[in-house]
């Protein structure tokens, strides 16, 4: 089994920072790829952005130049760091792991969800 722990979210003015942190355990032997995707009260599941096991990443237009996603793959470790944040931002932030576990079977798993919430 794998568990994927979220946290960094919260409460933020127009024009600030966050950074979220998803944390796997369990048992995994490689992780693939993982990703930040993000709802919004009355929307569909979108994608934020998303970083491979060779550290190329991929962002929605809208979040282009203002979110950065970087991992630690010792940690098992994905970030978001979030600038210039907006409150069409705001969101449950979901993280996303493609990884293939100790017993060779390919795997996708997501993060309960942490809230993001913007104020103008």
């Not at 098992?76 to 969101?91: C, F, H, I, R, W």
């Amino acid at each position: 089994q794998v568990q994927l722990v979220e946290s960094g979210g919260g409460l933020v003015q127009a024009g600030g920072s966050l950074r979220l942190s998803c944390a796997a355990s369990g048992r995994i032997r490689r992780i693939n790829a993982m990703g930040w995707y993000r709802q919004a009260p009355g929307k569909q599941r979108e994608l934020v952005a998303t970083i491979t096991s060779g550290g190329s990443t991929n962002y929605a237009d809208s979040v282009e130049g203002r979110f950065t996603i970087s991992r630690d793959s010792a940690k098992k470790t994905v970030y978001l760091q979030m600038n210039s944040l907006k409150p069409e931002d705001t969101a449950v932030y979901y993280c996303k792991f493609e990884v293939a576990t100790i017993d060779y079977y390919s795997m996708i798993y997501w993060g309960k969800g942490t809230l993001v919430t913007v104020s103008s």
